[in-house]
C-alpha cells in the first residue's frame, strides 16, 4: 500500500492502517532512539509517545508529504525534550544539593516544595476518575503501566494513553509558573 493511502486511512481514523505503520515503524524508532537516549525504558516510552501524537494530530497529516520523514521528526523532536527534561533535572538536582550544603535554614525550600505540592494536588483532583486513579498508582505508587492496567482491569494502552493526557495536561498548567516551579513539575513528575 502507497505511504499516500496509508495517511489517507490513518486520517479517517482506520486503526488496521495505523497498526501497519506502528509495527513497521516502532522499533525503527525505538533502536534510533535508544542510540541516543542510551536508556530502555526512556525509548520505550519515547516510541509511545511519538505514535501516540502521530494518532492525536492523524487529521493534520499532509497525505502528499513522506510519512517516514514525519515519524522520524516527531521522534527527534521527542528525543530533544527528554534530552532537555533531563538537562533540566539535573541542573536542579545540583543546584537543590548545592543549596542545602550551604544553606543553614532550608525553611524556604520546604515552602516552595509544599507549594507546588499543594498546586499539583489540586490539579491532580481535576482530573475524571480513572485518569487521577491511574496517575497516582504511577507517579505516587510507582506501579509500571501493565501493574495498572492489571489492578484495574483496563488496557495498557489506556492506561498510557490516561499517563499521557494527564502529563499534557500538567505541563500545561505549570508552563506559566515560575522556575521553581517548572524545575518542580520536572523533577517530580
Do not use: C
Not at 71 to 96: G, H, L, M, P, S
Not at 117 to 134: A, G, H, S, T, Y
Amino acid at each position: 500500500m502507497l505511504s499516500e493511502d496509508i495517511i489517507r486511512l490513518i486520517k479517517r481514523g482506520n486503526k488496521e492502517a495505523f497498526q501497519k505503520v506502528f509495527e513497521e515503524y516502532a522499533p525503527k524508532i525505538y533502536h534510533f532512539s535508544l542510540s541516543y537516549l542510551n536508556n530502555i525504558v526512556e525509548a520505550e516510552e519515547l516510541v509511545q509517545d511519538v505514535f501516540l501524537k502521530l494518532w492525536e494530530k492523524r487529521e493534520t497529516l499532509d497525505h502528499s508529504k513522506n510519512l517516514k520523514a514525519y515519524i522520524y521528526k516527531v521522534a527527534i523532536n521527542t528525543i530533544y525534550d527528554v534530552i532537555r527534561r533531563r538537562n533540566v533535572e539535573n541542573a536542579f538536582k545540583d543546584f537543590a544539593n548545592s543549596s542545602y550544603e550551604t544553606s543553614s535554614n532550608n525553611t524556604w525550600h520546604t515552602i516552595i516544595y509544599e507549594e507546588m505540592q499543594e498546586k499539583l494536588d489540586l490539579l491532580v483532583n481535576q482530573f475524571p476518575e480513572q485518569r487521577r486513579k491511574i496517575y497516582k498508582l504511577s507517579k505516587e505508587k510507582g506501579l509500571s503501566n501493565d501493574e495498572i492496567a492489571l489492578k484495574l482491569k483496563i488496557s495498557k494502552r489506556t492506561v498510557e494513553n490516561q499517563l499521557y493526557r494527564a502529563i499534557s495536561f500538567l505541563k500545561q498548567h505549570f508552563k506559566n509558573e515560575s522556575l521553581a516551579a517548572l524545575l518542580f513539575f520536572y523533577l517530580f513528575l
